[in-house]
């Protein structure tokens, strides 16, 4: 079974921390992508990744940066966090034309 | 960019009820996936469904690539079933990421 994990399932931060949030999977997927979720708002790519060392913005970066030094992580950076920024983070790796697995998300909440 | 409308958003269901969940996209399709969220926010892959049907269960889903939409069957329901359905989409032009529906949330009711 494909698995996809991520570091924290509940995460409180003080504004102007930085924030790291880390994913891990375990099948030796290409692709994987970060995600966050608000009510009302859907899923909301903020970054992803085709491959060790290379990144791409999503719809939502600003705030964030990624960094993926090996292929089974990918870790997702609050560099100053804001209260805005409260929110579920949700991790997800593929394989190119297969299925996309989610991680369990992360809780983060900024106050 | 592609469109990817889901229907209804809300649906409440007695238990053991039928229903159906619609999902309709606006362009040709690589991948097509079905997910639901379950009340602790992880999404579990249901159905990857890019065409024809696919059974799970009481759960199976049918996706008619030349007509753009594909549906979502969940028979017998329980209160297990409730959360919120995505149905996610990767567009025809490689290696993209997935576009997702803003979901069905399902409540069912015993």
């Known amino acids: 079974d494909v698995k996809v994990t991520q570091s924290s399932r509940y995460l409180v931060k003080r504004t102007g921390e930085k924030v790291f949030l880390e994913c891990v999977q375990d099948?030796?997927?290409?692709?994987m992508f970060w995600y966050r979720q608000d009510p009302g708002l859907g899923l909301r790519l903020i970054y992803f990744?085709?491959?060790?060392?290379?990144?791409e913005k999503g719809d939502i970066p600003e705030g964030y940066s990624v960094s993926r030094e090996k292929k089974e992580r990918f870790s997702l950076i609050l560099e100053s966090a804001s209260t805005n920024q409260t929110s579920m983070y949700l991790c997800?790796?593929?394989?190119?034309?297969?299925?996309?697995?989610f991680g369990p998300g992360t809780r983060l909440t900024v106050t | 960019g592609i469109q990817v409308e889901q229907s209804p958003p809300d649906l409440i269901l007695q238990e053991g009820a039928n229903s159906t969940l619609r999902c309709n996209f606006s362009?040709?399709?690589?991948?097509l996936q079905w997910f639901h969220q379950n009340p602790w926010g992880q999404l579990i892959n249901l159905f990857y469904?890019?065409?024809g049907t696919k059974q799970n269960g009481r759960l199976s889903a049918t996706t008619v690539a030349t007509e753009r939409y594909s549906l979502l069957y969940i028979s017998s329901s329980q209160t297990t079933d409730s959360g919120v359905y995505f149905c996610?989409?990767?567009?025809?032009?490689?290696?993209?990421?997935?576009?997702f529906g803003k979901g069905t949330r399902l409540s069912v009711i015993a």
């Open positions: 990744s085709y491959d060790v060392k290379m990144k």
């Open positions: 469904i890019p065409s």
């Open positions: 996610a989409v990767e567009p025809n032009s490689g290696n993209t990421p997935l576009v």
């Open positions: 362009d040709s399709v690589n991948n």
């Open positions: 997800a790796s593929r394989s190119v034309n297969y299925e996309q697995y």
């Open positions: 099948m030796d997927h290409e692709n």
